[in-house]
C-alpha cells in the first residue's frame, strides 16, 4: 500500500479480554515502530523493530504487552488481560532504516478502548 | 533520558495571522534531530519540519520555520499566514543516538475564520 495500515481502526472490549493490533507498514520500510497515545497526551513509545527482531522493547508497560514481526513487514501488538488503562490510540510507524535520518511515516492509529 | 516540554496547552491565531508554538528539550547529546509533526482529527502524524543539529541554519518548509537555538535547547515553529487546515494538534519531537523517537505532549492550534 501507498501508506502505513493499521487495524482495526477501532476496538471496544471488555476488561479482561485479549486484543490484536495489527500494523502493515510500508513496503520496503526495515524499521517499524509502536506507540501509544493517551489522551490529551504526546505518543510514546512502546517497542521498535529492525527487520524480524526486536532492537528496542523498553517502552513495553508490562509482561501483557508483546508484539512480534515475524517476516519483518507485517507486525502485530498483542495485549493480555486488558485493563481499562489500556485504552487509547495505537500509532505505528515506519521508516527506511533505523538509523538518525529522521522521517517515521505513521498510520492512522487503532483506537483501543476497554470497558 | 531526552525530554520535550511543551508549555502551552493549546492557542488561538486569526486566518492569515502569524504564531508562533514554543518547544524546549533536555540532552546531553551532540548530534541529534528535531521535528514537528502535525495530528489532525484523522489521528494520523503529518511531518511538518526537520531540523539537524549539526546545521546552524534554520529549516524552512514554505509558510512553516523553526527558530533552533542549540545552546538554549529550544525548538519553536513558526506558522506564517496561517490557514484554516492548520487547525491540529502540533507536537515536537526528539530524536537521539537511542533511535526513539520522543514526542511533547502537545499543542492545539485552532485558526480563526
Known amino acids: 500500500g501507498a501508506g502505513v495500515s493499521q487495524t482495526p481502526s477501532n476496538k471496544v472490549t471488555e476488561k479482561g479480554k485479549y486484543v490484536e493490533l495489527r500494523c502493515d507498514p510500508i513496503s520496503g520500510h526495515t524499521a517499524l515502530y509502536w506507540y501509544r497515545q493517551s489522551l490529551g497526551q504526546g505518543p510514546e513509545f512502546l517497542i521498535y523493530?529492525?527487520?524480524?527482531?526486536?532492537?528496542?522493547d523498553s517502552g513495553l508497560p508490562n509482561d501483557r504487552f508483546f508484539a512480534v514481526r515475524p517476516e519483518g513487514s507485517v507486525s502485530t501488538l498483542k495485549i493480555q488481560r486488558t485493563e481499562r488503562g489500556d485504552s487509547a490510540v495505537y500509532l505505528c510507524a515506519s521508516s527506511t532504516t533505523s538509523s538518525n535520518t529522521g522521517e517515521l511515516f505513521f498510520g492512522e492509529g487503532s483506537r483501543l478502548t476497554v470497558l | 533520558a531526552q525530554t520535550v516540554t511543551q508549555s502551552q496547552p493549546e492557542m488561538s491565531v486569526q486566518e492569515a495571522e502569524t504564531v508562533t508554538l514554543s518547544c524546549t528539550y533536555d540532552t546531553s547529546e551532540n548530534n541529534y534531530y528535531l521535528f514537528w509533526y502535525k495530528q489532525p482529527p484523522s489521528r494520523q502524524m503529518i511531518l511538518v519540519i526537520r531540523q539537524e543539529a549539526y546545521k546552524q541554519q534554520n529549516a524552512t518548509e514554505n509558510r512553516f520555520s523553526v527558530n533552533f537555538q542549540k545552546a538554549a535547547k529550544s525548538f519553536s515553529l513558526k506558522i506564517s499566514d496561517s490557514q484554516l487546515g492548520d487547525t491540529a494538534m502540533y507536537f515536537c519531537?526528539?530524536?537521539?543516538?537511542?533511535?526513539?523517537?520522543?514526542f511533547g505532549k502537545g499543542i492545539t492550534l485552532s485558526v480563526r475564520p
Open positions: 523493530f529492525q527487520g524480524t527482531g526486536a532492537a528496542d
Open positions: 519531537a526528539f530524536l537521539g543516538a537511542n533511535s526513539k523517537l520522543t
